[in-house]
């Protein structure tokens, strides 16, 4: 399945390439080097999940960053990062940029992982299932859909295939490759997930 977009904020080139391996297994990661670059990624693509922002940047701090983006995209889930242990920095970016995390450099793979599945986590409620709705229904195809669809309404193989002009073999094809991708066995199952879901 594919994976939810973490976007990561930090103008020390390596740090963000660390971080950017820490979670390259968990994630689809997205990187900037600057807080102006990163409001432009989040104006062009409105489904990354999390934000991981360095505190300490030239031009525009994570804490400002971090205010916008509360505006920008609400849903989106803002953790910081700082290499600078400052208590005042830490209460700002909770009140102010309304922060679900505070990380301190250097940070250990697991504290990352574990922060950024989190927030992964609560996204997905704040979008009520959005981010799976979004990758199911980037994973079936549009005759897949169709047919799903065609289940929804209680149509048998038979008249799927009269129904769409395909024989029924393609249809037992359709039907197996969306219980594959919505990890169901059996049509009754698939339906009931693609409603949860808003697939159908």
Known sequence: MKKAKVLLVDDDGIALLVHKKMLEGYSHVITATNANDALELI?????????????????????????IVRTMAPAMVRIMITGFADLDVAMQAVNMGNVFRFLMKPCCKEDLVLAVADGIDKYCKITGGTLEHEVLTE?????????????GNGFTSGEIS????????TVKTHVNHIFGKLEVNSRIKAVARAKKIGII
Do not use: H
């Open 43 to 67: 104006k062009k693509d409105s489904s990354i999940a999390v934000i991981v922002s360095d505190q300490y940047m030239p031009e525009m701090n994570g804490i400002e960053l971090l205010q």
């Open 139 to 151: 994973q079936l195809t549009e005759r897949e859909r169709e047919v799903l669809i065609m289940l």
């Open 162 to 169: 009269l129904a769409m002009g395909i024989t029924i073999g």
